[in-house]
C-alpha cells in the first residue's frame, strides 16, 4: 500500500507534456474563435451601421457570458469533473461561428456571440483543471503553457482582420466551423486522458476531502484584490483590442489592415510575455511579477497616446510583454491561495474578471461616441497604475505560511 502511495506521488511530480501541448491547442482553437468577434467589428461596423456603443455591447455579450458562467461551471468541476464538457464546450463555439456567418443585424450577431461566450465559459474550468493535472511540480511553466494557447488564440484577431475578413466579409466565420470540428477531436482525446486521470486520483481525492478548505479575512481580501487588478489589466486590454484600431485610422488615418497590424504587435508581445511569465514567476516569485507586470508598464503606456506613429509599434510591444507576463502567474497565485478549489478559482480570476473588463469595454465605447478616440486612450493609459495595489497582497512565503498553519 506504501509502494502504490509513493508511485502515485511520484506520478503526480511528472509533468505530461503531451496532454499540456494539447490542452493549450484547444484553448487556441476556443480563444480564435472569440477572437473572431472583434476581428468582425471594422467589417460589421460598416456594413451594420453600428455605433461604438453597439461595438462595445456585442464585446460585452461575448465576454460577460462567458465570465460570469465561468464560476458557475469551475464549482460543478470541483465537486463533480465532466470530462467530455471540453468537446461540448467546442460544439457550442461551432454553432456561434455558424451563426455569424449568416447574421443579418445586430441581435442576430449578438444571440451568435452567447453561443461563444457560453462555449468558453464551459472549456475554461475545465481546461485550467486538466492544465493543473498534467502540471506535476512545474505549475507555473503549466499555466503559461496552457495560456499561451489561449492568448496567442486571441492575438489573432487583426490578422483575421486584415487576411481573411477585408476580402471575404462577414460569410468568411464559415470557415472557423472547420477549426471548431477539429477542436472537437482534439479535446476528445484529451478527455480520455483526464477521465483516466480522474480514477487514480479519486481515492486520494476522497482521504483529502476530510480535511476542510481554509478561507480566512487575508484571502478573501487577497482573491478580490486579485479580481480587481486582472480586471484594471483587462481593460486596457478591451481599450486596445475593441477599439485601438479605430483610434490609429482616426487619428493617422491608416487603412484597417495596417491600423490591425499594431494592434496584432501588442497582443502578440502578450503572448511571448505570458510565456515567460510562468518561469520568471518560479524563480523570482509570484508577486514580484504581478508587481512588475503593472507598474512596470505604467511608464509606456501613459506614453502612447502622446507619440508620434513610428513609436507607436516599439512601445506596444514593451507594454504587451510587460502586462501579459503576469497572466498564468495570477492564475497560479490564486490557486496557492484557495487549494482544492482549482475550477472556481479559474472561474473567478480568468472569467469573472475579464467580464469586468468587458463592462469596461461597453464604458469605453459610450465616451467614445460621447467624446472621442484620444479621450478612451488617456483613460486606458492610467489602468496600470492601480498595480500599486499589489502591494497589499500577501508574499508567496506568507501563502504557503497561511495554509501550513492550518
Given at each position: 500500500m506504501?509502494?502504490?502511495?509513493?508511485?502515485?506521488?511520484?506520478?503526480?511530480?511528472?509533468?505530461?507534456?503531451?496532454?499540456?501541448?494539447?490542452?493549450?491547442?484547444?484553448?487556441?482553437?476556443?480563444d480564435?474563435?472569440?477572437?473572431?468577434?472583434?476581428?468582425?467589428?471594422p467589417?460589421?461596423?460598416?456594413s451594420?451601421?453600428?455605433?461604438?456603443?453597439?461595438?462595445?455591447?456585442?464585446?460585452?455579450?461575448l465576454?460577460?457570458?462567458?465570465?460570469?458562467?465561468?464560476?458557475?461551471?469551475?464549482?460543478?468541476?470541483?465537486?463533480?469533473?465532466?470530462?467530455?464538457?471540453?468537446?461540448?464546450?467546442?460544439?457550442f463555439?461551432?454553432?456561434?461561428?455558424?451563426?455569424?456567418?449568416?447574421?443579418?443585424?445586430?441581435?442576430?450577431?449578438?444571440?451568435?456571440?452567447?453561443?461563444?461566450?457560453?462555449?468558453?465559459?464551459?472549456?475554461?474550468?475545465?481546461?485550467?483543471?486538466?492544465?493543473?493535472?498534467?502540471?506535476?511540480?512545474?505549475?507555473?511553466?503549466?499555466?503559461?503553457?496552457?495560456?499561451?494557447?489561449?492568448?496567442?488564440?486571441?492575438?489573432?484577431?487583426?490578422?483575421?482582420?486584415?487576411?481573411?475578413?477585408?476580402?471575404?466579409?462577414?460569410?468568411?466565420?464559415?470557415?472557423?466551423?472547420?477549426?471548431?470540428?477539429?477542436?472537437?477531436?482534439?479535446?476528445?482525446?484529451?478527455?480520455?486522458?483526464?477521465?483516466?486521470?480522474?480514477?487514480?486520483?479519486?481515492?486520494k481525492?476522497?482521504?483529502?476531502?476530510?480535511?476542510?478548505?481554509?478561507?480566512?479575512?487575508?484571502?478573501?481580501?487577497?482573491?478580490?484584490?486579485?479580481?480587481?487588478?486582472?480586471?484594471?489589466?483587462?481593460?486596457?486590454?478591451?481599450?486596445?483590442?475593441?477599439?485601438?484600431?479605430?483610434?490609429?485610422?482616426?487619428?493617422?488615418?491608416?487603412?484597417?489592415?495596417?491600423?490591425?497590424?499594431?494592434?496584432?504587435?501588442?497582443?502578440?508581445?502578450?503572448?511571448?510575455?505570458?510565456?515567460?511569465?510562468?518561469?520568471?514567476?518560479?524563480?523570482?516569485?509570484?508577486?514580484?511579477?504581478?508587481?512588475?507586470?503593472?507598474?512596470?508598464?505604467?511608464?509606456?503606456?501613459?506614453?502612447?497616446?502622446?507619440?508620434?506613429?513610428?513609436?507607436?509599434?516599439p512601445?506596444?510591444?514593451?507594454?504587451?510583454?510587460?502586462?501579459?507576463?503576469?497572466?498564468?502567474?495570477?492564475?497560479?497565485?490564486?490557486?496557492?491561495?484557495?487549494?482544492?478549489?482549482?475550477g472556481?478559482?479559474?472561474?473567478?480570476?480568468v472569467?469573472?474578471?475579464?467580464g469586468?473588463?468587458?463592462?469596461?469595454?461597453v464604458?469605453?465605447?459610450?465616451?467614445?461616441?460621447?467624446?472621442?478616440?484620444?479621450?478612451?486612450?488617456?483613460?486606458?493609459?492610467?489602468?496600470?497604475?492601480?498595480?500599486?495595489?499589489?502591494?497589499?497582497?500577501?508574499?508567496?512565503?506568507?501563502?504557503?505560511?497561511?495554509?501550513?498553519?492550518?
Amino acid at each position: 500500500m506504501l509502494q502504490t502511495a509513493e508511485v502515485l506521488q511520484k506520478q503526480q511530480q511528472i509533468t505530461v507534456y503531451n496532454i499540456l501541448f494539447a490542452i493549450s491547442l484547444g484553448h487556441f482553437m476556443n480563444d480564435c474563435m472569440q477572437s473572431v468577434v472583434p476581428a468582425l467589428f471594422p467589417i460589421i461596423e460598416k456594413s451594420m451601421n453600428l455605433n461604438y456603443t453597439q461595438v462595445g455591447w456585442i464585446a460585452f455579450t461575448l465576454n460577460i457570458t462567458s465570465s460570469i458562467m465561468q464560476p458557475f461551471f469551475g464549482v460543478l468541476a470541483d465537486k463533480r469533473p465532466a470530462p467530455y464538457l471540453l468537446p461540448v464546450a467546442m460544439i457550442f463555439s461551432l454553432l456561434g461561428m455558424f451563426g455569424l456567418a449568416i447574421s443579418t443585424n445586430f441581435y442576430f450577431v449578438l444571440l451568435s456571440v452567447l453561443f461563444i461566450g457560453f462555449g468558453s465559459a464551459i472549456f475554461h474550468p475545465e481546461g485550467s483543471r486538466v492544465a493543473y493535472m498534467a502540471a506535476g511540480a512545474k505549475r507555473g511553466l503549466a499555466q503559461s503553457i496552457y495560456q499561451v494557447g489561449g492568448n496567442a488564440g486571441q492575438s489573432m484577431a487583426p490578422l483575421f482582420t486584415a487576411f481573411i475578413f477585408t476580402y471575404t466579409g462577414q460569410f468568411g466565420t464559415i470557415w472557423f466551423t472547420l477549426l471548431a470540428a477539429i477542436g472537437i477531436v482534439v479535446l476528445f482525446s484529451v478527455s480520455n486522458w483526464y477521465k483516466g486521470e480522474l480514477k487514480i486520483i479519486a481515492p486520494k481525492k476522497n482521504h483529502q476531502a476530510k480535511k476542510p478548505l481554509y478561507i480566512n479575512k487575508e484571502i478573501v481580501i487577497a482573491i478580490s484584490l486579485l479580481i480587481f487588478l486582472v480586471f484594471a489589466r483587462s481593460w486596457y486590454g478591451a481599450g486596445i483590442s475593441n477599439f485601438f484600431h479605430f483610434y490609429l485610422i482616426d487619428k493617422f488615418q491608416l487603412s484597417i489592415r495596417s491600423a490591425q497590424i499594431y494592434v496584432f504587435l501588442f497582443l502578440l508581445a502578450g503572448v511571448i510575455g505570458t510565456f515567460f511569465g510562468g518561469p520568471l514567476a518560479d524563480r523570482y516569485g509570484k508577486r514580484t511579477i504581478l508587481l512588475f507586470s503593472m507598474l512596470g508598464a505604467a511608464p509606456f503606456t501613459l506614453l502612447v497616446p502622446h507619440m508620434p506613429l513610428s513609436l507607436v509599434g516599439p512601445l506596444l510591444i514593451i507594454i504587451g510583454f510587460i502586462l501579459q507576463s503576469s497572466f498564468s502567474v495570477t492564475v497560479v497565485y490564486a490557486q496557492e491561495l484557495m487549494p482544492g478549489m482549482i475550477g472556481l478559482v479559474s472561474g473567478l480570476i480568468v472569467g469573472l474578471a475579464f467580464g469586468m473588463g468587458a463592462l469596461g469595454a461597453v464604458i469605453l465605447g459610450v465616451i467614445g461616441d460621447n467624446y472621442d478616440l484620444q479621450t478612451i486612450m488617456l483613460l486606458c493609459s492610467a489602468l496600470p497604475l492601480c498595480g500599486l495595489l499589489t502591494l497589499l497582497l500577501p508574499t508567496d512565503n506568507r501563502v504557503k505560511e497561511i495554509h501550513q498553519h492550518h
